[in-house]
């Protein structure tokens, strides 16, 4: 049985006293789950103060994080920080990290290769614009991103890497990938890793959706084959609807 998974990605939203608000209230309600593992990744300055309000039924997630474990490299986090504060995940490669920060598979291969040595879990993120979509390669795209970040991994290692499958034109646009959209995707994806590592380790590995999932459409994404989970960035604001959405399956 593959690992159910929802996480919020909070992105560049709410102050320290806020996400300890939103921690809290997620916390007490993610008592209710069962069966799913659920992920919370406030922004880094934030992560501390909310692993104190978590309990063991909710898990700490980090935005990002460097390649280098210290030294001069100004304004960045690393993988043994985040551990060492009770993290367990970190999202890579976000579709606005590769956007607005630059971020390519090459930087992406590094730092996933830095997360696992430090024994975190990369939520590693992919997708395609609405142009790749519309003129037929996004599959081929998808799967470069896999195969250029993670394809250098041994069969072991990629056990330990979590998928999140988020079409950029999904994205905070309130227009969701179709459930039948996301699971060709993921089958696609699935295919892909299974033409590398074998079928056995390609059904191990876990494949969230993102873009636009909140309660009204949770269910019926889940419920695809395919689809593991979700990684959710508006509706995770609010904890009822987050947690509303990781009772979906
Ligand atoms: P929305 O759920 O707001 O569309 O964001 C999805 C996302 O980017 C999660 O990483």
Not at 10 to 32: I, M, Q, R
Not at 33 to 58: F, M, Q, R, W
Not at 102 to 120: H, P, R, W, Y
Not at 189 to 202: F, M, P, T
């Amino acid at each position: 049985m593959r690992k159910k998974i929802v996480a919020g990605n909070w992105k560049l939203n709410n102050t320290v006293a806020d996400s300890e608000a939103l921690a809290s209230a997620v916390a007490e309600l993610a008592t209710e789950v069962e069966g799913v593992n659920i992920v919370v990744c406030p922004t880094s300055v934030n992560l501390y103060p909310v692993k104190a309000k978590l309990n063991d039924s909710v898990a700490l997630g980090a935005q990002n994080c460097y390649d280098k474990e210290s030294g001069a490299f100004t304004g960045e986090v690393s993988a043994k920080m985040l551990t060492s504060i009770g993290a367990e995940y970190v999202i890579l490669g976000h579709s606005e990290r590769r956007e607005y920060f630059g971020e390519s598979n090459e930087f992406l291969k590094a730092k996933t290769d830095a997360v696992l040595a430090e024994g975190l879990v990369p939520l590693f993120c992919c997708g395609e614009t609405l142009e790749q979509r519309e003129s037929g390669i996004h599959f081929d795209f998808v799967k470069s991103q896999l195969t250029e970040s993670l394809f250098h991994l041994s069969a072991e290692a990629i056990q330990d890497v979590v998928i999140a499958y988020e079409p950029i034109w999904a994205i905070g646009t309130g227009v969701t990938a179709s459930s039948d959209q996301a699971q060709e995707m993921h089958k696609e994806l699935r295919d892909h890793l299974a033409s590398k590592y074998g079928q056995e380790v390609a059904d191990k590995i876990s494949i969230l959706y993102g873009g636009s999932c909140k309660p009204a459409n949770a269910e019926e994404i889940f419920a695809k084959p395919d689809v593991d989970g979700g990684l959710i960035g508006g509706a995770a604001l609010k904890a009822e609807d987050f947690i509303a959405i990781a009772k979906s399956f």
